[in-house]
């Protein structure tokens, strides 16, 4: 009783002092921004939420029966999307199955990897990363936490030398300038994944509804609800433009899709 007793005062002073730091100091690093959000979301601040739906509501189950999702690379590491949130994404693939994909942010190809295994043969993938001589001249912001997964030598380590490789086309640029006209119309799935502040969440969000083969197809994007520049950039497109007021959040992930017309 008395160490219960212990263990909570301790714990409270800890977080009373963390949130004295947090709003006298901690609010202007980025990382600790979504905390603001989640604390005043928890104390009823009105605002927009993204509805929150089960997977099994929006992917098409019944097409899986006798076709398994396949997981390659289970354990990701720090960058990567979740066990579970890359389950997901596959059984999206193996129950939509898009043959055209567009990745933007390609990091290690973990995703990309497992998107090629689980699409059709004759599906194709395009990744996107910025190359790390870039890392100091985007044309928008990037948060400081991107760096880390921008400066490495060398994206897609997964795919390459497998046999997934040759339906995966790997492409570099900064997806403020990259000139993604050629692919504009074409695309059945994109899965957002790039730089997590909230200038390019919104230029790739609307640049990935150009890709879409008349508008008509699936966006994914990783991230929604754990950093700040992806929830309030999705929030603010879900809230005031109509091509985006169908973005559900997957429950129990920090995924978010648009599925349009698919069916
Ligand atoms: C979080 S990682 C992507 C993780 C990957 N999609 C996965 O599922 O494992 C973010 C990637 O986006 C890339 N990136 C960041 N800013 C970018 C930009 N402006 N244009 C293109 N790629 C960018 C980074 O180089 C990094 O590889």
Not at 21 to 40: E, P
Not at 79 to 84: D, F, I, K, P
Not at 194 to 209: F, G, K, Q, T, W
Request: with cysteine; aromatic share 12%.
């Amino acid at each position: 009783m008395l160490k219960g007793i212990t263990n909570f005062v301790s714990r409270y002073l800890y977080a009373a002092m963390s949130c004295i730091y947090l709003f006298a100091a901690g609010f202007l690093f980025v990382r600790n921004r979504l905390l603001i959000y989640k604390i005043s979301s928890h104390f009823g601040y009105p605002e927009v939420n993204i509805p929150v739906v089960d997977p099994a509501s929006i992917i098409p189950l019944k097409n899986l029966e006798d076709s398994p999702v396949q997981v390659l690379e289970p354990i990701g590491r720090d960058g990567n999307v979740s066990a579970v949130e890359l389950f997901i994404i596959n059984l999206f693939i193996k129950a939509m199955n898009p043959v055209k994909i567009f990745e933007m942010g390609t990091f290690d190809g973990r995703t990309t990897l497992n998107m090629a295994r689980n699409s059709a043969d004759h599906a194709r993938i395009w990744t996107i990363d910025l190359p790390r001589e870039r890392l100091d001249s985007t044309k928008l912001p990037i948060v400081p936490l991107d760096r880390q997964f921008i400066d490495k030598p060398s994206s897609g380590t997964c795919f390459a030398g497998r046999e997934e490789e040759k339906k995966i086309t790997q492409l570099y640029g900064d997806t403020a300038t990259y000139d993604f006209s050629p692919f504009f119309s074409s695309m059945d799935l994109v899965f957002i994944d790039a730089s997590h502040s909230y200038e390019y969440v919104l230029n790739d969000s609307r640049i990935a509804l150009k890709l879409l083969k008349d508008k008509k197809g699936v966006i994914i994007w990783h991230d929604y609800m754990m950093w700040e520049g992806v929830t309030r950039a999705l929030k603010e497109l879900y809230s005031t433009e109509p091509e985006f007021k169908d973005i559900r959040h997957i429950e129990g992930t920090s995924l978010a899709c648009l599925v349009r017309g698919w069916g």
